[in-house]
């Protein structure tokens, strides 16, 4: 088992910035690939960034490429990341995810492909 806990949600205003943490423990040997997802009133969930345990690869959705940056830090088992020029269509629950199976440099885009998720955190962007 994997635990994720997400930490730095909030409000504000568009044009600011954020940065989500999202620590995890357990089995975390075995982590692979991590990652963010963020899911609005209505919508399916989304996939915002992920980021490979070999190589440190990131990949971005279309929405956020160039405003959000993925880090982590493996020694601490911490994946971040920083939100900047946010906008107010930004605003959505961002999950957390691991992936503990596959290949190392592999990093999915998909929800079904993770298999650990944490609680959410709620990020609200005003106009």
């Known amino acids: 088992q994997v635990q994720l806990v997400e930490s730095g949600g909030g409000l504000v205003q568009a044009g600011g910035s954020l940065r989500l943490s999202c620590a995890a423990s357990g089995r975390t040997f075995t982590t692979y690939a991590m990652g963010w997802f963020r899911q609005a009133p209505g919508k399916e969930r989304e996939f915002v960034a992920g980021?490979?345990?070999?190589?440190?690869?990131?990949y971005y959705g279309d929405s956020v490429k160039g405003r959000f940056t993925i880090s982590r830090d493996n020694a601490k088992n911490t994946v971040y990341l920083q939100m900047n020029s946010l906008k107010p269509e930004d605003t959505a629950v961002y999950y957390c995810?691991?992936?503990?199976?596959?290949?190392?440099?592999?990093?999915?885009?998909?929800?079904?492909?993770?298999?650990?998720w944490g609680q959410g955190t709620q990020v609200t962007v005003s106009s």
């Open positions: 995810t691991v992936r503990t199976y596959g290949s190392g440099w592999y990093v999915a885009m998909s929800p079904a492909e993770y298999n650990f």
């Open positions: 980021i490979s345990w070999i190589g440190g690869y990131t």
